[in-house]
């Protein structure tokens, strides 16, 4: 069968059906070799050189995530800070670009930081406003327009079409991190974006066992040559091993993502009115601001990812907040999210000053357990807190 006649569950079980010519392998080898052969007459008809630009251990996985996502090539990366900053590095010092003032809080830190002392003018705007976008936009002067959705740590949602119509009347490129939605659930290419960003560390991972990024063009335009370029010059290239992991970890992504997905649907209606909880945020709930949004580009659920406003009392949100942390025995207490096992955190300690995230919301990432067991844990976690 023509992989393109395929669904994306049969392409990423089978890892494209790729089996190793030579041996007969259905696993692929890991390729290690830092450098390539060099033809006798001084030719690299191979096209490879040298493992910083390119590397067969990536083959694989960036020709399956560029057809799950509808892309012309992918790009892998060693993590999702150095897929996002070469979108950015790939930019002129001057370009004027819009980002979101929620968004995934390390690459806001790099943008306010670094980005700007590089040159590029980085705009903060409110990604899910279209009125505020198009206000926002310079023509001819803004060169890119970030978005996220659902966006850290408030899950809040950008209709990527409407935005991308607006940035590409200005003439600027779309990239959207996609982490949390993954392939499975939106394809952003497909509603106009011109690249798609994701923390591989996450869903397409899946195992918290791994950091590693990649991007996907919908078209292999100079710009993406540019980025390319910025990969093998920087350095910002994934090892051999980590390749074959995400590869590997790949195979299961779509039962992953839809048994979080139905998960957190369940947790967050659970939870919605709960006598501890302020309020839940998820954009899969029907009085969710972006619900209507979300519903029209996610496609079979509406993520992993949701957050809890823990009430207080007299002691307030924020002590309740971490004191449910604390007494959670399932859930796991850490940072990150997109693995198989549950993990919970008060969000503002993370982030720290400027955070747009309430001092009394936990950001909790539902993983594959079962969902009565996760809700169960929660419910004596909050007893406990506010005991
Ligand atoms: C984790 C994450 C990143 C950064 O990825 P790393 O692999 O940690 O560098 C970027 N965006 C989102 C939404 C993330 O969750």
Same mark, same amino acid.
């Given at each position: 069968?023509?992989?393109?006649?395929?669904?994306?569950?049969?392409?990423?079980?089978?890892?494209?059906?790729?089996?190793?010519?030579?041996?007969?392998?259905?696993?692929?080898?890991?390729?290690?070799?830092?450098?390539?052969?060099?033809?006798?007459?001084?030719?690299?008809?191979?096209?490879?050189?040298?493992?910083?630009?390119?590397?067969?251990?990536?083959?694989?996985?960036?020709?399956?995530?560029?057809?799950?996502?509808?892309?012309?090539?992918?790009?892998?990366?060693?993590?999702?800070?150095?897929?996002?900053?070469?979108?950015?590095?790939?930019?002129?010092?001057?370009?004027?670009?819009?980002?979101?003032?929620?968004?995934?809080?390390?690459?806001?830190?790099?943008?306010?930081?670094?980005?700007?002392?590089?040159?590029?003018?980085?705009?903060?705007?409110?990604?899910?406003?279209?009125?505020?976008?198009?206000?926002?936009?310079?023509?001819?002067?803004?060169?890119?327009?970030?978005?996220?959705?659902?966006?850290?740590?408030?899950?809040?949602?950008?209709?990527?079409?409407?935005?991308?119509?607006?940035?590409?009347?200005?003439?600027?490129?779309?990239?959207?991190?996609?982490?949390?939605?993954?392939?499975?659930?939106?394809?952003?290419?497909?509603?106009?974006?011109?690249?798609?960003?994701?923390?591989?560390?996450?869903?397409?991972?899946?195992?918290?066992?791994?950091?590693?990024?990649?991007?996907?063009?919908?078209?292999?335009?100079?710009?993406?040559?540019?980025?390319?370029?910025?990969?093998?010059?920087?350095?910002?290239?994934? @090892?051999? !091993?980590?390749?074959? =992991?995400? &590869? %590997?970890?790949?195979?299961?992504?779509?039962?992953?993502?839809? +048994? /979080?997905? $139905?998960?957190?649907?369940?947790?967050?209606?659970?939870?919605?009115?709960?006598?501890?909880?302020?309020?839940?945020?998820?954009?899969?709930?029907?009085?969710?601001?972006?619900?209507?949004?979300?519903?029209?580009?996610?496609? @079979?659920? !509406?993520?992993?990812? =949701?957050? &809890? %406003?823990?009430?207080?009392?007299?002691?307030?949100?924020?002590? +309740? /907040?971490? $004191?449910?942390?604390?007494?959670?025995?399932?859930?796991?207490?850490?940072?990150?999210?997109?693995?198989?096992?549950?993990?919970?955190?008060?969000?503002?300690?993370?982030?720290?000053?400027?955070?747009?995230?309430?001092?009394?919301?936990?950001?909790?990432?539902?993983?594959?357990?079962?969902?009565?067991?996760?809700?169960?844990?929660?419910?004596? +976690?909050?007893?406990?807190?506010?005991?």
């Amino acid at each position: 069968m023509d992989p393109k006649d395929l669904q994306p569950e049969s392409l990423a079980a089978q890892s494209l059906g790729w089996v190793d010519p030579v041996t007969k392998a259905i696993s692929p080898p890991i390729h290690a070799s830092t450098t390539f052969i060099r033809d006798a007459d001084n030719q690299y008809r191979s096209g490879r050189g040298y493992a910083r630009a390119d590397n067969p251990a990536f083959d694989q996985a960036e020709a399956l995530i560029a057809q799950l996502e509808h892309g012309a090539q992918g790009a892998l990366f060693a993590s999702g800070m150095a897929a996002a900053t070469a979108v950015f590095q790939s930019l002129a010092p001057g370009d004027h670009v819009l980002a979101p003032k929620v968004m995934y809080w390390s690459l806001r830190n790099w943008l306010m930081n670094f980005a700007t002392a590089w040159g590029l003018k980085v705009e903060l705007v409110d990604m899910t406003d279209p009125a505020a976008v198009h206000t926002a936009l310079r023509p001819g002067q803004t060169r890119l327009v970030w978005i996220e959705t659902p966006a850290n740590p408030l899950w809040t949602i950008t209709d990527i079409a409407a935005t991308a119509a607006l940035a590409h009347g200005a003439g600027a490129r779309v990239a959207v991190d996609s982490t949390v939605a993954t392939p499975v659930l939106t394809r952003p290419l497909e509603l106009g974006a011109d690249i798609v960003m994701h923390a591989a560390t996450k869903y397409l991972n899946g195992h918290s066992d791994l950091i590693a990024g990649v991007l996907v063009t919908r078209t292999d335009d100079d710009f993406w040559k540019r980025i390319k370029t910025v990969r093998a010059q920087l350095g910002g290239t994934l @090892g051999s !091993f980590e390749s074959w =992991l995400l &590869l %590997r970890g790949m195979r299961t992504l779509y039962l992953r993502v839809r +048994a /979080a997905s $139905a998960s957190a649907q369940r947790i967050a209606e659970h939870f919605a009115g709960h006598r501890h909880v302020e309020a839940v945020l998820y954009p899969g709930l029907r009085e969710a601001p972006g619900y209507a949004v979300a519903a029209r580009q996610m496609q @079979g659920g !509406f993520g992993g990812m =949701l957050s &809890l %406003r823990v009430k207080g009392g007299a002691s307030g949100g924020e002590t +309740a /907040a971490i $004191a449910t942390a604390a007494h959670v025995q399932l859930w796991k207490r850490a940072t990150s999210l997109g693995g198989t096992e549950s993990l919970i955190e008060h969000r503002a300690s993370v982030e720290g000053a400027g955070t747009p995230a309430p001092p009394d919301l936990l950001r909790l990432s539902v993983g594959i357990e079962h969902v009565d067991d996760l809700i169960a844990d929660l419910e004596q +976690a909050l007893a406990r807190a506010h005991g």
